[in-house]
T-cell receptor
Framework: AQSVTQLGSHVSVSEGALVLLRCNYSSSVPPYLFWYVQYPNQGLQLLLK??????LVKGINGFEAEFKKSETSFHLTKPSAHMSDAAEYFC????????????FGQGTRLTINP | SQTIHQWPATLVQPVGSPLSLECTVE??????LYWYRQAAGRGLQLLFY??????ISSEVPQNLSASRPQDRQFILSSKKLLLSDSGFYLC?????????FGPGTRLTVT
């Protein structure tokens, strides 16, 4: 069975500071990994994905994530936080087999301080 | 390009009333379709998924059911709503693993 753990349900950073959101996964098969962002009362938007190609993945809005197999991690980073980055972020894992179901972490709420 | 629609956007229903939420996808064929529920302050729970017309798989036992009468239409239903059915319901579609989400329906059961 696959699972995802997001460390920290709330993260607060200052505008211009580094953003680091942590995600660890468990999977018995090579995983596909995703980060999604959710703004209040909206659906989820795909930020980036890892699909067994380059281990450093660049996404939209200046975010990137690095797949580290030895650490079973897929942390999300952004060098300089903007006020518009305030949202809920979800890490997810999929085995890309059959129904291609996603297993989500519990989410991390990112707050940006001016 | 592909688009996913959900309606209604918000819904307030009394306990014991029926429910029907609709999701439609445009611009793709034979997608996998999914229904999720997001309770307040919690993550996303997969409720149902479908890999084809009439093919529905349920992830958790509950008061809800789903149907896929057409290739790009996915319906979430209930005969009698419970208070615990309140939440934000999201529909999603996928072709090659990436899932794309609709705008969601906010359901409040009173």
């Amino acid at each position: 069975a696959q699972s995802v753990t997001q460390l920290g349900s709330h993260v607060s950073v200052s505008e211009g500071a580094l953003v680091l959101l942590r995600c660890n996964y468990s999977s018995s098969v090579p995983p596909y990994l995703f980060w999604y962002v959710q703004y209040p009362n909206q659906g989820l938007q795909l930020l980036l994905k890892y699909t067994s190609a380059a281990t450093l993945v660049k996404g939209i809005n200046g975010f990137e994530a690095e797949f580290k197999k030895s650490e079973t991690s897929f942390h999300l980073t952004k060098p300089s936080a903007h006020m518009s980055d305030a949202a809920e972020y979800f890490c997810a894992v999929s085995d890309i087999q059959g129904a291609q179901k996603l297993v989500f972490g519990q989410g991390t709420r990112l707050t940006i301080n001016p | 390009s592909q688009t996913i629609h959900q309606w209604p956007a918000t819904l307030v229903q009394p306990v014991g009333s029926p429910l029907s939420l609709e999701c439609t996808v445009e611009g793709t064929s034979n997608p996998n379709l999914y229904w999720y529920r997001q309770a307040a302050g919690r993550g996303l729970q997969l409720l149902f998924y479908s890999v084809g017309i009439g093919q529905i798989s349920s992830e958790v036992p509950q008061n809800l059911s789903a149907s896929r009468p057409q290739d790009r239409q996915f319906i979430l239903s209930s005969k009698k709503l419970l208070l615990s059915d309140s939440g934000f319901y999201l529909c999603a579609w996928s072709i090659i693993g990436e899932q794309y989400f609709g705008p969601g329906t906010r359901l409040t059961v009173t």
